[in-house]
């Protein structure tokens, strides 16, 4: 039995922004095992989640610098050039947020700083179009936690048995799917046009005669 979708959440970094901390490290050290290290053992994944969770720059960072004072210059970059880490918008994945626009119900659910998330927001337009954002610092609770989810949910009245649910995280996907709503794990723009197709949310899209003739040349 087909669902009734009427609600389509998007995740934000790493499948509508292109965020990685290696484009500014890639930078700053001399090759790529070195930024794996750092990454690895000093700003690691772990401590920018406790960020994302709504520790203070300031303070998270005088914590990494007292822990490691030789990287204390590298440390402090990763808040003063955060910027550094955004490629830009993934944009086949801005196209397809563009096309739902009129359609299902949008909205986010991101794990993001909040000054991070107020600085992409105003740079990139295509943030303003969701009818509802959740940011995991405001909340201080962080994916894949169900209740961050349940907030979007009672906050903005959403069945998730009608939504789908976008997310470059599989640990994400998977509350995601334990909540109830339909998870779609993220692997670039194609799949998930794909994927969105196959429920009815978007149109299949026709194959020209042009492009037919060349793959059979």
């Given at each position: 039995?087909?669902?009734?979708?009427?609600?389509?959440?998007?995740?934000?970094?790493?499948?509508?922004?292109?965020?990685?901390?290696?484009?500014?490290?890639?930078?700053l050290?001399?090759?790529?095992?070195?930024?794996?290290?750092?990454?690895?053992?000093?700003?690691?994944?772990?401590?920018?989640?406790?960020?994302?969770?709504?520790?203070?720059?300031?303070?998270?960072?005088?914590?990494?610098?007292?822990?490691?004072?030789?990287?204390?210059e590298?440390?402090?970059?990763?808040?003063?050039?955060?910027?550094?880490?955004?490629?830009?918008?993934?944009?086949?994945?801005?196209?397809i947020l563009?096309?739902?626009?009129?359609?299902?119900?949008?909205?986010?659910?991101?794990?993001?700083?909040?000054?991070?998330?107020?600085?992409?927001?105003?740079?990139?337009?295509?943030?303003?179009?969701?009818?509802?954002?959740?940011?995991?610092?405001?909340?201080?609770?962080?994916?894949?936690?169900?209740?961050?989810?349940?907030?979007?949910?009672d906050?903005?009245?959403?069945?998730?048995?009608?939504?789908?649910?976008?997310?470059?995280?599989?640990?994400n996907?998977?509350t995601?799917?334990?909540?109830?709503?339909?998870?779609?794990?993220?692997?670039?723009?194609?799949?998930?046009?794909?994927?969105?197709?196959?429920?009815?949310?978007?149109?299949?899209?026709?194959?020209?005669?042009?492009?037919?003739?060349?793959?059979?040349a």
């Amino acid at each position: 039995m087909t669902r009734d979708l009427r609600t389509v959440i998007f995740d934000v970094g790493g499948v509508l922004l292109d965020w990685d901390p290696r484009y500014l490290y890639r930078r700053l050290l001399p090759d790529e095992a070195a930024v794996e290290r750092f990454l690895a053992e000093v700003c690691t994944p772990t401590w920018n989640a406790e960020v994302d969770r709504g520790w203070p720059w300031p303070a998270a960072v005088a914590e990494r610098c007292t822990a490691f004072p030789d990287h204390a210059e590298l440390i402090t970059a990763y808040d003063a050039r955060w910027s550094e880490m955004v490629a830009g918008p993934i944009e086949g994945t801005v196209a397809i947020l563009q096309e739902l626009r009129g359609g299902p119900g949008l909205y986010a659910l991101t794990n993001f700083s909040t000054p991070k998330f107020a600085q992409v927001r105003a740079e990139y337009p295509f943030l303003s179009w969701f009818a509802g954002i959740v940011v995991s610092a405001e909340e201080r609770l962080i994916k894949p936690d169900p209740r961050l989810y349940q907030i979007l949910f009672d906050r903005h009245g959403l069945d998730p048995a009608a939504a789908v649910y976008i997310d470059d995280s599989v640990a994400n996907v998977t509350t995601a799917r334990e909540l109830g709503m339909t998870g779609l794990h993220f692997t670039g723009p194609d799949q998930l046009r794909g994927d969105l197709t196959q429920l009815g949310l978007l149109p299949a899209r026709a194959t020209s005669i042009t492009g037919a003739a060349r793959n059979l040349a």
